[in-house]
C-alpha cells in the first residue's frame, strides 16, 4: 500500500526552505520564486515516483531543487545570462538610518561577491545549510556526500568566508 502524503503540509514547512535555498543561490526573490514554484510543481507532477523508504520528502524536494536549478544554469549559460551580482536592495522601513541601512546593504553585497565567487559546491552546502536550514544529515543525504564530509567542507568554508570579509578580500 501506497502511504498517502499530506501535500498540504509539505508545501507549508517545506517553501520557505526551498525559497531561502533558491534566495541563497540567486540572489534574486522574483527569480527564487519562481524556481520554487517550479520545483513544487515538478514535484506534483512526480508525486508517483516518490518512496518514503528510500528517502525523506524533505531530501526529495530538494533533489528536485537541486535539479531545476541546474537546468535553469545550463539554459543561462546556454543563453549568455549570468546570475546577479547583488542582491537587490529590500524595502526601506518608514524610519530608516540611511547611512547604516547603506552599510548593511554593502555588507551583504561583498558577502553575496564572496560567496558566488566559491566553488559550486560550497556554495550549494552553504546555501542548504543557511538558505534551506538543513541539518548536515539532511545535507548528507541531498548531496550524496558522507555527513562528516559535509561538516568539514562547510566549517572551511564558513572560515574562508569569514576571513574574507574580515581582510575586505572578494577573492
Known amino acids: 500500500m501506497v502511504e498517502q502524503i499530506d ?4 508545501y507549508t514547512s517545506e517553501l520557505p526552505r526551498i525559497y531561502n535555498f533558491f534566495l541563497y543561490k540567486v540572489g534574486d526573490r522574483e527569480f527564487a520564486q ?25 531530501t526529495w524536494l530538494f533533489g528536485i531543487a537541486r535539479n531545476v536549478l541546474k537546468e535553469h544554469l ?25 547611512e547604516e541601512m547603506y552599510q548593511q546593504q554593502q555588507e551583504k553585497v561583498h558577502l ?8 559550486d559546491r560550497e556554495q550549494d552546502l552553504i546555501a542548504l545549510k543557511y538558505g534551506a536550514g538543513l541539518t548536515n544529515r539532511e545535507i548528507a ?10 561538516g568539514s567542507i562547510l566549517h572551511r568554508t564558513v572560515n ?4 574574507r570579509l574580515e581582510n575586505n578580500d572578494g577573492r
Open 7 to 10: 501535500w498540504d503540509s509539505v
Open 34 to 58: 519562481d524556481l520554487t514554484a517550479t520545483t513544487f510543481e515538478r514535484a506534483w507532477k512526480l508525486r508517483s515516483k516518490y518512496r518514503p523508504a528510500i528517502a525523506a520528502i524533505s
Open 74 to 98: 545550463r539554459k543561462s549559460r546556454l543563453s549568455g545570462q549570468k546570475l546577479q551580482d547583488i542582491t537587490p536592495l529590500e524595502e526601506m522601513p518608514a524610519k530608516v538610518d540611511i
Open 112 to 119: 553575496r561577491k564572496i560567496l558566488l565567487k566559491l566553488p
Open 141 to 150: 543525504q541531498v548531496t550524496g556526500l558522507s555527513e562528516s564530509n559535509v
Open 160 to 163: 574562508k568566508v569569514r576571513a
